[in-house]
């Protein structure tokens, strides 16, 4: 190298500032896929747990008010925990992104579902190994899913893909698919991305009731970390 030359620096991601990295899955599927994990885990804790919700937090803090009202078949202390968890859960997620901005997206992305698949797995084998209903199991279990989900919201918000914006909620994609339509202000009148992900929380949410009705609580958990799991080793950058 000459006195004039400079090594080139990598391109750094628009989202981040962090160096760019579009090497595995892209992130439109990915998310799509954590999506469907979502439903699925709502299946879990909601059939499962005594009607709890540990990653759609506007519907638990429905059932907070419904528990708080005694409600039969509801429970605040369940409902709080999970509200608490999931808080923390974003919390540190958070301070995570605001620590670790020099990752690139795909870092910051494999980097949460490398921890949201431990916390699965953890969770999966505290139901295999003790009993559902077993008040130290369900506060375990609520616990352990409802940070992972907070976790995860806190990064993809960070990771700020269009249409994808969350993996736990529908309400505002629902609210934007019908405002933005032919039939709305006909601004967007196609949105694939919005439809694919009602589509996958969907189909998260009929899988994760069959497997709680069929099996037990273990079945679906594990393979909402595997999921986690696989996308820690495969997913991108890139949108």
């Not at 997620?93 to 990752?103: D, E, I, P, Q, V």
């Not at 409802?146 to 990064?155: D, E, I, S, W, Y």
């Not at 934007?176 to 006909?186: C, M, N, Q, R, V």
Request: charged letters at 10%.
């Amino acid at each position: 190298m000459t006195g004039t030359e400079h090594p080139t620096e990598p391109p750094r991601d628009p989202q981040t500032g962090g160096p760019h990295d579009a090497r595995g899955l892209r992130l439109v599927p990915a998310l799509l896929a954590l999506t469907a994990m979502s439903g699925l885990i709502d299946a879990v804790t909601y059939l499962g747990l005594g009607h709890v919700f540990t990653a759609n937090m506007t519907g638990n803090v429905v059932v907070l008010g419904f528990a708080a009202a005694g409600a039969p078949g509801f429970s605040v202390p369940h409902t709080a925990a999970s509200l608490v968890c999931f808080l923390l859960g974003a919390a540190t997620g958070g301070r995570a992104t605001r620590h670790m901005g020099a990752l690139s997206r795909r870092g910051l992305a494999r980097m949460t579902l490398g921890v949201e698949a431990l916390l699965l797995a953890a969770a999966a084998a505290m139901a295999a190994a003790t009993s559902d209903d077993a008040p130290a199991t369900v506060y375990t279990i609520i616990a352990l899913t409802a940070f992972a989900m907070g976790l995860r919201n806190a990064t993809v918000r960070k990771l700020a893909v269009r249409g994808l914006t969350t993996t736990t909620v529908v309400t505002m994609t629902l609210t934007g698919l019908a405002a933005d339509s032919w039939a709305g202000d006909g601004t967007r009148p196609r949105s694939p991305r919005r439809t694919a992900s009602v589509a996958a929380m969907f189909t998260g949410a009929v899988l994760g009731a069959v497997l709680v009705l069929h099996h037990d609580l273990a079945v679906p958990l594990l393979l909402a970390a595997a999921t986690s799991a696989v996308l820690t080793f495969t997913v991108s950058g890139r949108d």
